[in-house]
């Protein structure tokens, strides 16, 4: 079994920062991809980034130039540093982990989310 627990959400003002993080743990041989996605109400669960174990890394449209993703790997942490917020990053941000477990099976886990409320 591999847990993600996921911190640092909050509330904060339009304009602001917020540096969210996802730590995995478990039975856990090696970590592939490493990412985060967010879903706001009445909206799909949308990317938000994600970075490989080497630390090529892919963002939204909407986040990139404001949100940096970085990874531990000693760690298997996962970090989201959240710059210049807006009302529209307001969602439910969740963790997500892919990678192999020590039973050489795969694993795609999401972490439980944690609410990011940008607003004035």
């Known amino acids: 079994q591999v847990q993600l627990v996921e911190s640092g959400g909050g509330l904060v003002q339009p304009g602001g920062s917020l540096r969210l993080s996802c730590a995995a743990s478990g039975s856990i041989f090696s970590i592939n991809t490493m990412g985060w996605y967010r879903q706001a109400p009445g909206k799909q669960r949308e990317l938000v980034a994600v970075?490989?174990?080497?630390?090529?890394?892919n963002y939204g449209d909407s986040v990139k130039g404001r949100f940096t993703i970085s990874r531990d790997n000693t760690k298997n942490t996962v970090y989201l540093q959240m710059n210049s917020l807006k009302p529209e990053d307001t969602a439910v941000y969740y963790c997500n982990a892919a990678g192999i477990d020590y039973g050489l099976g795969s694993f795609d886990n999401w972490g439980q989310g944690t609410q990011v409320t940008v607003s004035s």
């Open positions: 970075i490989t174990r080497g630390g090529s890394t």
